[in-house]
């Protein structure tokens, strides 16, 4: 699976976007961009996936830039029980594996 | 109400103790996947199983061992053979395998 980067650490005020960026520049053309989200002592949530078009789910939209070296993950209106660690990982399809990395602790501000 | 449930949500182990993590799922998914994860760190697949019956290691599979005699149960022992066993221990399960997981609410394992 291609390596993916993303800022340690992001607050952002309640009831604003959440812009969650990642970047990887490696990414196959086969390897789709996944995200989860993990809240504190809970097991990891999907959020959403794509492979080159945007995607938008009932919990956020996925923007993937046209190259493909990397993606925003928005969520439109952050509440404080979006305060969660977000990981952003590309996988191929069909592989078993899910490598999740340290990931972007997002805090929600009131 | 479908979904992955994971018993004990705590659990303590003593040393030289043999425990079982339980894994079910209602989603009628085909494969199922166990993961570790450690303070601070990502999750690591411990085993995962593409079909009743059937099971492979993952990449950190050794002092532990699993089943999958029915579709919607997957347990995970930690064996005395495990020597760093606390962490937080994740059941997954996919629709088909390499489609997307979705997760358990997670067991921790603390040794005494």
């Known amino acids: 699976d291609a390596k993916t980067t993303q800022p340690p650490s992001m607050d952002c005020a309640e009831g604003r976007a959440a812009n969650l960026p990642c970047n990887h520049s490696?990414?196959?053309?086969?390897?789709?961009v996944y995200w989860y989200r993990q809240i504190h002592s809970q097991g990891p949530q999907y959020i959403i996936h794509?492979?080159?078009n945007n995607e938008t789910n009932e919990m956020a939209s996925l923007i993937i830039t046209e190259d493909r070296k990397s993606s925003t993950l928005i969520l439109p209106h952050a509440t404080l029980r979006d305060t969660a660690v977000y990981y952003c990982?590309?996988?191929?399809?069909?592989?078993?594996?899910?490598?999740f990395g340290i990931g972007t602790k997002l805090q929600v501000i009131p | 109400d479908g979904g992955i449930t994971q018993s004990p949500k705590y659990l303590f182990r003593k040393e030289g103790q043999n425990v079982t993590l339980s894994c079910e799922q209602n989603?009628?998914?085909?494969?199922m996947y166990w993961y570790r994860q450690d303070p601070g760190q990502g999750l690591r697949l411990i085993y995962y199983?593409?079909?009743?019956?059937?099971?492979q290691k993952g990449d950190i599979a050794e002092g532990y061992s699993v089943s999958r005699e029915k579709k919607e149960s997957f347990p995970l022992t930690v064996t005395s053979a495990q020597k760093n066993p606390t962490a937080f221990y994740l059941c997954?399960?996919?629709?088909?395998?390499?489609?997307?997981?979705?997760f358990g609410p997670g067991t921790r394992l603390l040794v005494l």
């Open positions: 997954a399960s996919s629709i088909t395998p390499g489609e997307t997981q979705y």
């Open positions: 794509g492979l080159k």
């Open positions: 199983s593409q079909i009743v019956n059937d099971f």
């Open positions: 490696t990414i196959s053309g086969n390897e789709y």
């Open positions: 989603l009628n998914h085909d494969a």
């Open positions: 990982i590309v996988r191929v399809g069909g592989y078993q594996k899910v490598t």
